[in-house]
């Protein structure tokens, strides 16, 4: 069984910064790809940045040279840095993880940009 546990979410003024962390159960290069999420009220879950098993990383247009990803094989842990947050920012936030054609989600973290 894969779990996906986030956490580091919270509210924060505009223009700040916060680091969502997702620990994963197994080893992160077991899966495919590892990605962020987020999922405003009102509106469809949408991809935030995504990171594959080679290291490379696709990005939303609208968080790019904001927000990075990154990953720590040693802790199983995937990151997400986000700077220079929005109040569009606001959000419950989901990691990812696929293995093949199956997607593992974690039961998100909620971040509010205060504006």
């Known amino acids: 069984q894969v779990q996906l546990v986030e956490s580091g979410g919270g509210l924060v003024q505009a223009g700040g910064s916060l680091r969502l962390s997702c620990a994963a159960s197994?080893?992160?290069?077991?899966?495919?790809?590892l990605g962020w999420y987020r999922q405003a009220p009102g509106k469809q879950r949408e991809l935030v940045a995504a990171i594959t098993n080679s290291g490379s990383t696709n990005y939303a247009d609208s968080v790019k040279g904001r927000f990075t990803i990154s990953r720590d094989s040693a802790k199983n842990t995937v990151y997400l840095q986000m700077n220079s947050l929005k109040p569009e920012d606001t959000a419950v936030y989901y990691c990812n993880a696929q293995r093949g054609f199956v997607g593992y989600w974690g039961q998100g973290t909620q971040v509010t940009v205060s504006s």
């Open positions: 197994g080893s992160i290069f077991s899966f495919g790809a």
